[in-house]
């Protein structure tokens, strides 16, 4: 049995224009030939797949003696793949073509072969197309092509999807015989999105000093009520004299942004996930490059399709909470979406119980509709911490007005003795919660008995708010 080899071939495309008319996406028609596999007279397989990134070719358990014995690129007829004695299988599949925005998108390619044999088990050439990364399914017209059926045209109509790739599989027994395939055609009609207006996407987080080994990265709400494209967005900053620069734009595997949701744009999620909360992968655009954003101060300026301002932050480290011993990994949030990105006091440093940033999903210090004095609520009276389930922690949660709070806790034992911080110099969210698990500082489970637990709240302003509360550890022993 021989090895399974992957090898990935490219060739480029042609861009997509924003326009209502029927045009090619992708082709591919073989003009780079000696591509693929055939023997070498020992035994062995030889192989060739440099230069070429957008297709792949699978195979397994084949015996290739000659070099007449092969699946490959050749070039008569101006170019074409074909397979000749190959005793087996092979698996041609295209890279995944983008068709998010297009609408009645048809493939077509040319399926011959050569030869008299009629054995419709040992040659044949069955082509498939997947949508999504989901089953293969035969194409509409000529998917399945066996024995002797000379030169038809397979062909699918009205596909939709985001991606979508084709597949082949191609056998042929005799040295008398080949299999053919050619000229591989994708045209598709594109659905018009009007451009994104100031006002229905939003910039709501950034990260610009990210912890070392991490990575920036932008996150966008969508205030509208419709699905936006996000390869029609683009992130730029600004030089010297304000005028845009590094302007790129975001596509990627997300496709579209859906009303009321929110995405984080990064040039490496490997450089983000490890660092933060994650509540939301999907959420999340890897981008191939993004502006590189400055970490004392900078501009970051989102644009639609014809390149003109969505929103836009002129930023400054000193935004940040005076509470911050050191602002490296912390992220900078909206709290309103209803007044200017810019207006004073609009964005803050993310609380330290939400990890320092929420990219992905709604902000820790976004605005809340409320009012009055910060509210602190503990429970229940009584924990067990003994991992059965039922009332295993304590919970302190709070609810805050405004951005900008600092929080302190810290528990006590009945005798005053002191047992923990839970939080120390914390920056605080517009509400959050902290857990005790009936441990102290060490780690150490703690005997029965009531404790007490202390919460002080307070800010920039000189607004100082304390709360205490009596809870019962009960049945920690197992």
């Not at 009205?158 to 979508?164: D, P, Q, R, S």
């Not at 993004?290 to 970051?300: I, K, L, P, Q, R």
Request: aromatic residues 12%.
């Amino acid at each position: 049995m021989g090895r399974i080899i992957l090898k990935i071939l490219t060739f480029s495309f042609s861009l997509i224009a924003f326009s209502a008319s029927t045009q090619e996406i992708w082709q591919e028609s073989f003009s780079v030939p000696e591509k693929g596999i055939w023997g070498n007279g020992t035994g062995n397989i030889e192989s060739d797949f440099s230069g070429i990134t957008n297709w792949t070719l699978e195979y397994s358990g084949l015996s290739l003696n000659t070099p007449e014995n092969y699946a490959k690129t050749i070039s008569t007829s101006g170019g074409r793949f074909e397979a000749h004695n190959i005793d087996g299988e092979v698996v041609w599949r295209s890279e995944w073509i983008d068709i998010s925005g297009m609408g009645k998108t048809d493939i077509t390619l040319t399926v011959a072969e050569t030869g008299s044999g009629a054995n419709t088990e040992t040659k044949y050439l069955n082509v498939f197309y997947r949508l999504d990364e989901g089953d293969e399914i035969p194409f509409h017209e000529n998917s399945e092509n066996a024995g002797n059926w000379g030169s038809v045209v397979a062909a699918c109509k009205n596909l939709e999807g985001n991606t979508l790739q084709i597949v082949c599989y191609m056998s042929t027994y005799y040295s008398a015989d080949k299999v053919i395939f050619d000229d591989v055609i994708v045209m598709a009609e594109e659905k018009y999105y009007p451009p994104a207006e100031p006002g229905e996407l939003l910039l709501s987080e950034v990260l610009f000093n990210p912890l070392p080994d991490g990575k920036d990265y932008v996150e966008i709400y969508n205030n509208s009520e419709r699905e936006i494209p996000v390869k029609t967005l683009f992130l730029a900053s600004r030089d010297k004299d304000l005028q845009l620069t590094q302007l790129h734009d975001l596509s990627g595997k997300k496709y579209f942004l859906p009303p009321k949701s929110y995405l984080a744009i990064t040039e490496d999620t490997s450089g983000v996930f490890p660092f933060f909360y994650i509540k939301c992968r999907p959420c999340f655009q890897q981008v191939t490059r993004m502006a590189s954003f400055n970490n004392d101060e900078d501009y970051v300026v989102l644009l639609n399709k014809n390149r003109e301002i969505l929103d836009e932050l002129y930023y400054s480290e000193k935004m940040h909470s005076p509470f911050l011993a050191d602002a490296e990994g912390v992220s900078l949030e909206r709290v309103s979406f209803s007044v200017p990105a810019n207006a004073p006091g609009n964005w803050h440093s993310a609380s330290g119980d939400a990890g320092y940033g929420t990219p992905g999903y709604v902000n820790s210090q976004a605005g809340k509709e409320l009012s009055g004095k910060p509210k602190v609520i503990f429970e229940p009276e009584a924990f067990s911490p003994n991992h059965d389930g039922y009332k295993d922690e304590y919970l302190i949660r709070y609810e805050l007005n405004t951005p900008g709070y600092v929080g302190n806790i810290k528990i006590f034992d009945a005798a005053g003795r002191f047992v923990q911080y839970l939080a120390q110099n914390e920056i605080l969210g517009t509400n959050g919660e902290f857990v005790w698990n009936g441990e102290d500082e060490t780690g150490s489970r703690q005997p029965i008995g009531v404790y007490v637990v202390v919460v002080e709240i307070f800010n920039t302003e000189g607004e100082i708010h304390r709360f205490k509360n009596g809870v019962v550890l009960t049945d920690i022993l197992e």
